[in-house]
């Protein structure tokens, strides 16, 4: 069952331009979002997460916005950078149970 | 280096063998999940562990897998008869109590002949 979904496999963007980074969840019960990045070779890591009781939350050039009734979340990176070229991947969980984790977009910042 | 470690890195096997997985967490992290990835998808869940108990196992845990944590420090998984469907990147990740950002670490790629 995909209660977590990345429906663009990749997105491409200048650098210096917005990239924008979209996820899709069906289940009602997640409370906590989180970005996580991906190099070839490596595990994810830790990008960035936002609570349900927020809208949005900033990290320097990464921004993840919230919207609960859409059970939508998108990761937005500006300026990009080509050291941001990496498969993304939209985590959730209900209340610190297992995370449930997104088919992921890969990106890729064109000098 | 802190970080979560796995080994090995990298396993090949014939179809039917029996293959074994450590998982060394954050040492100070009391949960400890394992994951599965295969191409073109992200981490599935397949269990985690609050120290040595073991919490939730996903049905794709068949009974061929096995995972223990016997001191709720490192942690095995073993996959008994391995057919050519396991054939996958195998995660495991840490967290601290309280948290919930994973830590994860580089994985064991597992290619079954």
């Known amino acids: 069952d995909q209660q977590v979904k990345q429906n663009s496999p990749s997105l491409s963007v200048q650098e210096g331009r917005i990239s924008i980074l979209n996820c899709d969840y069906t289940?009602?019960?997640?409370?906590?979002f989180l970005w996580y990045k991906k190099y070839p070779a490596e595990g994810p890591t830790f990008l960035i997460s936002i609570s349900s009781i927020k809208d949005k939350n900033e990290d320097g050039r990464f921004t993840v916005f919230l919207n609960k009734s859409a059970k939508h979340l998108s990761l937005h990176i500006v300026p990009s950078q080509p050291g941001d070229s990496a498969v993304y991947f939209c985590a959730a969980s209900a209340s610190n149970n297992d995370m449930r984790f997104g088919a992921g977009t890969r990106l890729t910042v064109k000098p | 280096d802190t970080g979560v470690s796995q080994d090995p890195r990298h396993k090949i096997t014939k179809r039917g063998q029996n293959v074994t997985f450590r998982c060394d967490p954050i040492?100070?992290?009391?949960?400890l999940y394992w994951y599965r990835q295969t191409l073109g998808q992200g981490p599935e869940f397949l269990t985690y562990?609050?120290?040595?108990?073991?919490?939730?196992k996903s049905r794709l845990l068949s009974d061929r897998f096995s995972a223990e944590r016997p001191k709720g420090s490192f942690s095995t998984l073993e996959i008994q008869r391995t057919e050519q469907g396991d054939s996958a990147m195998y995660l495991c990740a840490s967290s601290p109590m309280g948290s919930e950002k994973l830590f994860f670490g580089s994985g064991t790629q597992l290619s079954v002949l």
């Open positions: 562990f609050q120290n040595e108990a073991q919490l939730e």
């Open positions: 040492s100070e992290h009391n949960r």
């Open positions: 289940n009602s019960m997640f409370d906590y």
